[in-house]
């Protein structure tokens, strides 16, 4: 596949390894859990697939969207189905970081402190509507986000080898939030934009509702817990040996270079864009049954990884272009390898 436009650096032809016998367990995974969201998530495909890959990537994700558009449905729903506890917090201007890390608590019976542990001691946190808590509660979130720890009065306590946030924000409403700093938004490996059902998915979802369906029930309507720890920790080892030639590493390179360089943009794609490209194209990659990633994979995920990382300049904004429209135009002046 190649892009009409040119760049002055070429990049070398993609060698692709022969296909593996063995079935990709990621691939296995995603198969059982999109089929069997289906019965209570309508639509919805690439919010939940990219919900997917995060999750197989050790990755976070941020949920935009308007309210009403199954966006803690979908939370919970991969929560349940992969046996991971599943804690949500209100994000509100009035909460403090100890709500959500935890706090020691002095206890007068044995005259010490005991932790009384946060929310954020769980295996999947939503966390809603993230951007109406100030910068100090936000700010309590990026050490555990970046290294799955927290810090309580000098001690060090690991978080779940699945620990994930899925955090929602409501794109058209303002008034009384607070905008995520460009540190907290990096730590996000996908932000997803939540769209309205189609129109054949609405009407299922009536229909679902009109048969009884609750989502505050999911156990109620068949759904079945498929993938445990051990499963997801064993995708994660597969996903680790996907092949990535180096023509594809050049091109996820020259993504971010480009990017850097596009008179759309103030700030374009750092060094962790481009590593988060990477391991997302490589669980992407398996998730499709392959040992090796192709062009397609990186394209198909530059924009969820890309969007919330680069700036536009004013008079982009202005003209009425978006992150997505000027990462496409970023693509469109790049080489794809072959």
């Not at 759904?223 to 996903?239: D, H, S, T, W, Y």
């Not at 490589?282 to 990382?309: E, I, N, S």
Request: aromatic share 6%.
């Amino acid at each position: 596949m190649e892009s009409q436009a040119q760049q002055s650096q070429q990049l070398e032809q993609v060698q692709l390894p022969a296909s593996p016998q063995k079935r990709p367990i990621a691939l296995d995974i995603y198969a059982a859990i999109d089929q069997e969201r289906r019965k209570v998530v309508v639509g919805q495909d690439e919010p939940f697939a990219l919900m997917v890959v995060a999750l197989l990537s050790q990755g976070h994700v941020l949920l935009e969207g308007v309210p009403g558009t199954a966006k803690t449905l979908m939370a919970k729903t991969l929560a349940y189905l992969v046996r991971a506890e599943f804690k949500r917090v209100q994000f509100t201007p009035d909460l403090l970081p100890s709500d959500i890390v935890g706090t020691n608590v002095f206890d007068l019976a044995n005259s010490s402190f005991n932790l009384r542990k946060g929310p954020i001691f769980t295996n999947l946190l939503l966390g809603d509507e993230i951007n109406r808590a100030p910068a100090k509660t936000q700010a309590a979130m990026l050490e555990a986000m970046e290294e799955r720890q927290v810090t309580i009065d000098g001690v060090l306590h690991p978080l779940s080898p699945l620990f994930m946030v899925l955090a929602t924000q409501n794109p058209v409403e303002f008034e009384g939030t607070y905008p995520l700093p460009e540190a907290q938004l990096d730590r996000f490996l996908f932000k997803i934009t939540v769209d309205y059902p189609s129109r054949d998915a609405a009407i299922q979802v009536l229909r679902n509702y009109n048969a009884g369906f609750d989502a505050r029930r999911l156990e109620d309507f068949g759904l079945r817990p498929l993938v445990n720890e051990q499963v997801v920790q064993q995708a994660r080892a597969e996903i680790a040996t996907v092949q990535v030639d180096d023509a594809i590493l050049g091109y996820i390179n020259a993504i971010a270079e480009e990017s850097r360089r596009s008179p759309d943009l103030v700030l374009g794609g750092s060094p962790r864009a481009s590593i988060a490209l990477l391991l997302a194209s490589k669980t992407w990659a398996a998730m499709q049954g392959r040992a090796y990633v192709v062009p397609d994979d990186v394209k198909f995920l530059v924009r969820p990884v890309y969007r919330h990382r680069v700036i536009l300049k004013p008079e982009a904004e202005i003209e009425g272009l978006t992150a997505d429209s000027a990462i496409q135009r970023i693509l469109g002046r790049l080489e794809v390898p072959r």
